[in-house]
């Protein structure tokens, strides 16, 4: 079988080692650097994420992308998205083990964001229960898109995490929002249950009763 190559017709030049690995059974030759994610999106093999943005640094926070990694005769699971191509690795992003990983990872995100449109098409293709854990609505699953948007993309730093655990939320600065977050919205799309917007409406309103 023919190899393919991950990535192939984004950059003419490459100056980094290649390697080769196995995705699916495709042969595939990725670039030094990237990663499994980025491996499999090269040559059109698709791995469900729910953290992931292709102009922000690696994040692994949301574990959708968990695939099956074997090299030297052991396999292991690693997160598709931060893990990065190894020479000879066999990657497998569907299996039996897998698929119930992902389906109690997104029985858990259901309990906290039951309404996302996202996570209701994940969980009918893994077979995911939405009753399965208490609902404890706070409408976000820690994926960090804004945050890392409003830091890495705008240099704004208007939303950050607080808190720990499950206890763990988003919370715009309300100094900062005021002044930054009406002109832009640009992290509002991204979020994958589509609550950010009422946080964001949410600070404004207490930031104007003070």
Request: aromatic share 6%.
């Amino acid at each position: 079988m023919p190899a393919h190559r991950a990535g192939q017709g984004s950059r003419k030049h490459v100056t980094m080692s290649e390697i080769r690995l196995q995705i699916d059974g495709q042969e595939v030759v990725a670039r030094e650097g990237m990663t499994l994610l980025e491996a499999a999106q090269g040559v059109g093999i698709q791995i469900p994420t729910l953290c992931h943005h292709e102009k922000l640094e690696p994040y692994g926070g949301c574990r959708v992308c968990t695939v099956e990694a074997e090299a030297w005769g052991r396999t292991k699971y690693v997160v598709g998205c931060v893990y990065p191509v190894e020479e000879g690795l066999v990657v497998r992003t569907r299996s039996e083990k897998i698929d119930r990983i992902r389906k109690v990872i997104l029985e858990m995100m259901l309990a906290h964001a039951p309404d996302s449109h996202d996570l209701a098409e994940l969980a009918v293709e893994y077979r995911a229960d939405r009753d399965r854990f208490r609902k404890e609505a706070s409408f976000c699953i820690h994926c960090g898109l804004c945050v890392r948007y409003c830091d890495e993309i705008k240099g704004k730093n208007a939303v950050t995490f607080v808190d720990r655990g499950a206890n763990r939320e988003i919370c715009f600065i309300p100094e900062i929002a005021a002044k930054e977050c009406w002109d832009c919205k640009e992290c509002f799309p991204l979020c994958p249950t589509s609550a950010l917007q009422a946080a964001y409406f949410l600070t404004q309103a207490l930031a104007s009763s003070q």
